[in-house]
């Protein structure tokens, strides 16, 4: 489970990834303003595939610990509910032993 510094720590790298990312793209805007050229369109492009490609794996990463904690609760659940079974049947056993029911 990440802890809260960590997720700070994320948090401000992602910032900075993003205003950096914001930075490059501005500046490649104005060269394209000026003057525009294949190799600066290429340029962008590339710059805005990074962009979906960096975005996708930012997010996949936040579904999977997503789902981590929600199996993970899941499995706690069940545990809980297994040993709340296990003191159910050990009264269900005592009280059968008190009435000498022999087959247990």
């Known amino acids: 489970m990440e802890d809260a510094t960590q997720r700070k720590i994320t948090l401000l790298r992602e910032i900075e990834y993003s205003n950096d990312f914001d930075l490059v ?3 490649l ?8 050229t294949k190799t600066i369109d290429k340029v962008i492009a590339a710059h805005n595939r990074m ?8 997010e996949q990463v936040r579904l999977m610990k997503q789902m981590v904690s ?16 296990d003191k159910e049947n050990e009264k269900l056993l005592s009280k059968l032993k008190k009435f000498n029911y022999d087959k247990i």
């Open 25 to 27: 793209s501005t500046i």
């Open 51 to 58: 962009y979906f490609f960096t975005f996708d794996m930012q």
């Open 70 to 85: 929600e199996y993970r609760s899941d499995k706690n659940r069940a545990i809980e509910r297994a040993r709340k079974s």
């Open 29 to 36: 805007l104005e060269w394209s303003k000026q003057k525009q």
